[in-house]
Structure formats: structure tokens, C-alpha cells
């Protein structure tokens, strides 16, 4: 196997014997194998557009759940993705069939074989097929980009957000990268226009989550637990989480977020529920523990899961994208809807939560809430009562070397505003008390999800406007960017797309950037590392 897709990839090179993660190489074949046919597939699509016939809804959402199932974290269940493999190669060949002309398709786009033949394959199609070390490397940036923006898209297809051109430039996108004509110039614009989307996809989603669950407001999430048994879900899907709502109505079972799914308690339309009573534990690494003392079912609605422990094993559901062998998966039907009743049965005879902690973490300061608050945000900045704000969103991860962002946190002045998305939050994020606010703003403003960076950026493009700037560049923000799986790296392109320069990425560049893709990053948008707490506050704030 050969995987660098995350952050925390063997060495910092690359994971050839088994996943840090816990990715078997059995497994990673399948995934380098599903890439390669949902590629072939996307050729056939191309193809089919471009001769002016229609391609479905059906067939766009194999394609961005294909991609999402390899995300890091996702899916360890090799049957799974076998099965999807093997729809997708029947789904081209009705597809194949549609066709005018098959001339000059690539490779891929022919491709067929049955199970007994999808080892062999793999072996010849994964990322070290391509044997230019820049021409990988701006491949498998690219491909990381569309699997980050292929979750999102999939979050706001089941709300009934619907993009036909995301689709058609995800599916031209994958086609180009078997096109072995491409320059390394030409994959850099791809990888630009990979942000443009970018910005596009989050946008479809802040669009489809805030249309049906309101626009999230500050809020209070409680740390600490009630007697009931509970059901904990994870992930980022907030239908899932609506349906779980729903359906333990009136069953004497409450519901807990963890993880990504902690600002889903800042959506207006969720508080109805009496049951949803907080959130329990931290960032995804550390669910070993607390999966354990939540004593009852917990609901993976998309990644980061980890390899779960025999003791609590039993008690993990999948869904979506998310797959692992022995884990009873919930399907959904054919109009989407799940039947979560298996959680809800076992939970009734499961302990409560044991105690963790107690307190609170107040956030929802997502654009509409913090447009709400402009007026003292701008004057606050005017009379120099914040000086700086520090965009630090992205992913946690169990890497010692992370504890940076907890120290830079709270070493920042005290006249500087953090603003959060994403699990890199809780970093600092129950250190608000400590951190304080600056005349009622708190200092760490979370926005939500790690989709909702769009949110920021959006904060960001209204102080322009606001203070009349003609570049984004000129205000007072600067980005300290915490990275670990493709959600993150759809959102780096995207705010390239935006024209936000000298972003920090840590805690260190991704293994999948050749020296000479770093160089055009570095020279072109001032992209750097972080170096220590006490030097990049320096750098970063003066
Ligand atoms: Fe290694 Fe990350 Fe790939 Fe897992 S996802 S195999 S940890 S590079
Ligand atoms: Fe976290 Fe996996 Fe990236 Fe959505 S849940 S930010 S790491």
C-alpha cells in the first residue's frame, strides 16, 4: 500500500505497511481501486455531457459518495467498497453504451473486471502509478480537494441541495487526471479552479443546512451529562442527526454530539428537541476513552472514526460513507430516510454517560450571527480594542506536537479575536473562560463544521466591505490552520480561491506536496509552516 493523504502519515512520507489510522493494506487496494473506476466512470460522463446528454442525479451521487467513502477515517470495511466498486464499473457500462463515439477515452473509461480481478488491478493504479514526482503530487492535491468537496456536496444532497455544476467540474476534474498530456501548469490551474468549487460546494451546503435548520445563533452547549441513557453521534451529517431527533422522541433516550457534530446545538430548528442535551468529549482522536465511558450506542455519520476497541465495538453504528467491518451499518432507504430503531432498542438498556467533565462552550458565531454583532465588531476594531483576528480552523489530531495550538491560543494578546471551524476547536475552545472577551465579544468565536470556514471567509469579505478595502489581504487577519484529512484541504484551496495569502498550514505541510508544488504555493501565496509558539505570534501579530 502506499497512502500520504492526511496529516499524520507515516514518517511524513507515506504509510506503505498499514494506516497510522489503522488502514489495512487490503483495504487501501480497494480504495486506490475505487478512485480509479469512479475516475473511469467520471470519463464516460464527460463524454456523455459534452455530447449533450443529461446525466443523472443517481449517478452523480455515486460519484461524490465514491469519493467520500476513501476520505480519511471513513470507511476500514473492504466488502463495502468492493461492493461500490463493482456498481460502479455496471453503472459505466449502461453508461458506455449511451455513447456516440468511446474514441479517445482513457484507459480507465474501458476498464472491467470482476472481484477476483480487483487485487491484480489495484496494484497498477494508485498514487505511485504516476511517476513524475510534481505531476503526483498536483494529482493527488487535486484529488484530496474533490474528496473535501465531495463530502460537502453529499451533506447538502440529502437537505436537497442539488449543483449540477459542482458535479459536471468534479467529474471533468477526476477524467483530467488520468489525461497524461496535462503539465504541471495545467494541473496548477486545475487546482485553483478544485478551490473555485470549493468555495461553491460550502456555499451549496451553508445554503441547504442553514434553509432548513435556521442560521446558528450564540449559544451555550452544556459539557456535562443527565441521567438518561443516550445515544452519541459523531460526524458531520445533520440529517442523520434530525431523523436520530425525531425518532427517540417520547422513548425516554436523550442524544449527545461529539466531535464535528457539536455545533449542530447552535441550529435554531434542533433546539425543539428537549433530548438533545449537550455535547460529550472532544476532538475524534480521542474517542477510544470516551466512546468507552458513554456506555451506550454511538452513530458515525461520516468520519473521523477510529478502529473501535472489542469493549465498545458492539455498540458502534455506521452510516453514509462510513463503514467498518463487524459494525452494524444503517442504510438508508429509497427516499433517504433511516430507521435508527437498533440504536434506540439498545440504548433503553444501556447505563447513562459517566461524567466527563462539566461546563459549557458557548458558539453559532457563524456569519448571520456575527453580521448581527457588526456594528461592535467594528468598533471594536476601529478603536483599537481588537487588533487581530486569528482564523484558526481546521482539524485536531492525536499528534503531541499539536498541543502547539493550545499554547498559541493562549499565549495570543489579549486584544486579538480566534476565529474557529472545524475539530481543530477544541484545541482552546473550552478555554474560554481563560481567554476571556473583549467588551462582551468572546475571544474564540466558533463559526461550526469545518464547512463552515466558508462562514469566515464570508465574515471576512464583509469587513472588507465594511471598511472599504480593496483586498482582503489588508485586514487585520491573519491564518493559523490546523490540517489532518481532505475536508481541509478543499477548504486551504478554497480560501486560495479567495485570494487569502500567507495562510499557515501545520503542524506540518502536507507529504503529498513535492518540493517544487510547496515552492509555487510558497511563492505565489505565501503559504508557510508554523515554526514555535513565541516566533509565529511574533510573525503573525508583531
Ligand atoms: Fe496513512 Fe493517513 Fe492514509 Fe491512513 S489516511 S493510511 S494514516 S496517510
Ligand atoms: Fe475533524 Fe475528522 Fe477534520 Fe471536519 S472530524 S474537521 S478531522
Known sequence: MFCFQCQETAGCKGCTQVGVCGKKPEVAAMQDLLIYVTKGLSAVTTRLRAEGKKVSAQVNHLVTLNLFVTITNANFDREAIVARIRETLSVKQELLSRLDSKEGLPEAAGWNGD???????????????????????????????????????????????????????????????????????????????????????????????????????????????????????????????????????????????????????????????????????????????????FNGPVLLTTNCLVPPKDSYKSRVFTTGAVGFPGCPHIDAAADGTKDFTPLIEMAKKCPAPTELEQGQIVGGFAHEQVFALADKVVEAVKSGAIRKFVVMAGCDGRMKSREYYTEFAKALPKDTVILTAGCAKYKYIKLQEELGDIGGIPRVLDAGQCNDSYSLALIALKLKEVFGLADVNELPIVYNIAWYEQKAVIVLLALLHLGVKNIHLGPTLPAFLSPNVAKVLVENFGIGGITNVEDDIRTMIG
Not at 135 to 147: H, Q
Open 115 to 293: 472481484p477476483s480481478d480487483f487485487d491484480a488491478k489495484a496494484k497498477g493504479v494508485g498514487v505511485l502509478a504516476t511517476e513524475n514526482e510534481d505531476v503526483r503530487s498536483l494529482r493527488e492535491l487535486i484529488t484530496y480537494g474533490l474528496k473535501g468537496l465531495a463530502a460537502y456536496e453529499k451533506h447538502a444532497n440529502v437537505l436537497g441541495g442539488e449543483d449540477e455544476s459542482i458535479d459536471a467540474f468534479v467529474q471533468s476534474a477526476l477524467s483530467r487526471l488520468l489525461d497524461d498530456s496535462l503539465t504541471a501548469e495545467d494541473l496548477t490551474a486545475l487546482t485553483l479552479e478544485t478551490g473555485k468549487y470549493g468555495v461553491a460546494g460550502m456555499a451549496l451546503l451553508g445554503k441547504a443546512n442553514t434553509g432548513r435548520y435556521g442560521n446558528p445563533e450564540l449559544t451555550k452547549v452544556s459539557l456535562g451529562v443527565c441521567k438518561n441513557p443516550a445515544i452519541l453521534i459523531s460526524g458531520h451529517d445533520l440529517k442523520d442527526l434530525e431523523m436520530l431527533l425525531e425518532q427517540t422522541q417520547g422513548t425516554g433516550v436523550d442524544v449527545y454530539t461529539h466531535g464535528e457534530m457539536l455545533p449542530a446545538h447552535y441550529y435554531p430548528k434542533f433546539k425543539k428537541y428537549a433530548n438533545f442535551v449537550g455535547n460529550y468529549g472532544n476532538a475524534w482522536w480521542k474517542q477510544k476513552e470516551e466512546f468507552e465511558q
